[in-house]
């Protein structure tokens, strides 16, 4: 099945857009302030992306743990049981282990960098025909995926620092796309 270009035209009554894109303005606005302020802290971003990265595991698997035990009439409990306790056990070894947590996410956000680079890349061309600000869709793809590059040729030596700071230049540029993306569709309606 072929995707036509004019398929990604959504049918909205001419006041919802602008209510919508006011937000995507302001959602822009905000990931831009969290990046410039990565950027300025890379440490301190690495470091907090980590710890709320394994408490949000240690929770998620406390909480599924008690689900499980909760459902024991049922025979998939154990199944449950067995994946929440993975998680928990995961996230209390990133509690207790952060510079492990620091290698270990920074590898995972290498890839989601390179992922998240091509699809941007991709999308932004594909819109070309309709968005008249497609360039910062594929400008901020382009940002994603060489931040992808830069962690996969400078880790693990880099760990500390590189994932706040790559962190920071990804919310900076994705922010301000959304910005021009907006002000794009104020222009237009």
């Not at 602008?18 to 822009?28: E, I, N, P, S, T």
């Not at 909760?70 to 510079?99: D, H, K, M, T």
């Not at 693990?156 to 021009?180: D, E, I, R, Y």
Request: charge should be neutral.
């Amino acid at each position: 099945m072929q995707t036509h270009p004019n398929d990604l035209k959504i049918a909205l009554p001419p006041d919802a857009g602008r209510a919508g894109f006011k937000h995507l303005g302001l959602v822009g606005i905000i990931l831009a302030v969290l990046g410039v302020l990565a950027i300025l802290l890379p440490s301190v971003a690495t470091f907090g992306a980590e710890l709320l990265v394994a408490w949000m595991l240690t929770l998620w698997g406390a909480v599924g743990l008690w689900f499980s035990w909760a459902i024991r009439p049922a025979p998939e409990w154990r199944y449950g049981a067995a994946a929440f306790g993975l998680l928990f056990v995961l996230g209390v070894a990133l509690v207790l282990f952060p510079l492990a947590g620091i290698a270990a996410l920074t590898v995972l956000m290498m890839l989601s960098f390179l992922m998240e680079g091509v699809l941007s890349i991709l999308f932004g061309l594909r819109s070309s025909a309709h968005v008249s600000n497609w360039g910062w869709l594929v400008f901020s793809g382009l940002c994603s995926f060489v931040a992808g590059i830069v962690i996969l040729f400078g880790w693990p030596w880099t760990a500390s620092w590189t994932l706040g700071l790559m962190l920071g230049l990804n919310f900076l540029s994705t922010g301000l796309s959304l910005v021009m993306l907006s002000k794009s569709a104020w222009a237009e309606n």
